[in-house]
């Protein structure tokens, strides 16, 4: 039995239970003792309904631990191994893995489904299966995942700083060093400076990037962008943003812009600040009432821009993270700045309120 944060009810705070049981690991699963995960956006967008999964459901897609329990025909993996969790497992068969866009693995959409890869879920409580989100369910001390879902590492990583390689910053990053062409002296602008879009920030400098205008209506993310690498700020609240970047520009606009928030205002925005023959990137999630309008259709054609569409920074996550791991290690990748506070998981919801408020970069649940 073990502790777990379990939504029973939307828009509900989520309950924390200590009468979680765990079933042992079936064939190609492992059972990991979470030893941290990180508190996203995305746990939130679960828990308001944004993100239509719903409740009874253990949240939490980001997280790392240790190898407890290996099942039947699982290999590469043994008791006591330190891994990754990610919600964008890479099968390494299906059409995607073998064409190296493992970030569109067939087995990897079965995390919509609540379950794991056959649907059922290794988690109960009061007689009732939990669901676990995005093949997971970091927010307990337990969980049985898909063998596939976990990446080793090595020991001498800290935990806490491993747990967030599995989301965020591999979209951010990802975003800027495999979706993006960015090449050496280009001026790039990111729209919306939360957890991704700083890591997008910091990506564009390791891509080599010259200029990075960071820009968002919060001054301390701002500032917080420019210790990521941003050399210009632009506070979207003191007038229109795509002018500001055409004076920063002369005028041309921005080799490559991303869109880290999902707004139709803000994807409109980014389209518009990108030069032409430049590239916009579409990194923040919009509700499904969004759209992508061109008005007219002729600039599209006339200004000969490319609209790219970014899902988990197009990261093979078996490459993605030993790749991450070593730039954090040179120090190229800054990963400690992005823990603003370390909690226990019963200030889960405390977490979500300090989201809702925009303070944090990242909260990190540390078990
Ligand atoms: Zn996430
Ligand atoms: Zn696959």
Request: glycine content about 12%; charged content about 20%.
């Amino acid at each position: 039995m073990g502790k777990a944060a379990v939504l029973t009810a939307l828009q509900a705070p989520l309950e924390i239970r200590d009468d979680v049981e765990h079933e042992a690991p079936h064939a190609g699963e492992l059972k990991i003792r979470l030893a941290a995960s990180g508190v996203c956006h995305s746990d939130m967008s679960v828990q308001n309904g944004t993100i239509p999964l719903g409740p009874p459901m253990v949240l939490g897609h980001e997280g790392a631990g240790v190898v407890e329990e290996v099942g039947s025909g699982v290999t590469g993996f043994e008791v006591g191994d330190h891994v990754v969790l990610t919600f964008v497992p890479n099968c390494q068969e299906c059409f995607f893995c073998q064409r190296n866009q493992g970030y569109l693995c067939e087995k990897s959409s079965m995390q919509m489904m609540g379950g794991l890869l056959d649907g059922t879920t290794r988690m109960t409580s009061q007689g009732h299966a939990l669901k676990q989100m995005a093949l997971c369910g970091t927010f307990s001390e337990v969980a049985v995942v898909p063998a596939i879902s976990a990446v080793r590492i090595d020991k001498d990583v800290p935990l806490k700083i491993a747990a967030l390689l599995g989301c965020g910053v591999q979209t951010g990053v990802g975003a800027a060093t495999n979706t993006a062409d960015i090449r050496k002296g280009d001026t790039v602008a990111v729209v919306g400076c939360g957890g991704v879009g700083l890591n997008v920030v910091q990506g564009a400098r390791i891509a080599g990037a010259e200029r990075i205008i960071a820009i968002d209506m919060n001054d301390t993310k701002l500032r917080l962008a420019e210790s990521f690498g941003a050399t210009d700020t632009i506070n979207a609240s003191d007038g229109d943003p795509v002018a500001q970047v055409q004076a920063l520009t002369g005028g041309r606009g921005a080799d490559v812009a991303f869109e880290v928030i999902g707004l139709q205002s803000t994807i409109e925005q980014s389209m518009a600040m990108t030069r032409s023959g430049g590239e916009t990137v579409l990194v923040g999630v919009p509700r499904l009432d969004v759209n992508l309008v061109f008005n007219p259709a002729f600039g599209a054609i006339y200004t000969a821009k490319t609209l790219k569409g970014c899902w988990y920074g197009s990261s093979n996550v078996n490459t993605e993270i030993p790749k991450l791991l070593a730039l954090y290690q040179s120090g190229e990748l800054k990963l400690d700045e992005l823990i603003s506070r370390e909690i226990k998981l019963d200030e889960v919801n405390e977490a979500f309120d300090a989201m809702k408020g925009g303070e944090v970069a990242r909260s990190v649940i540390v078990f």
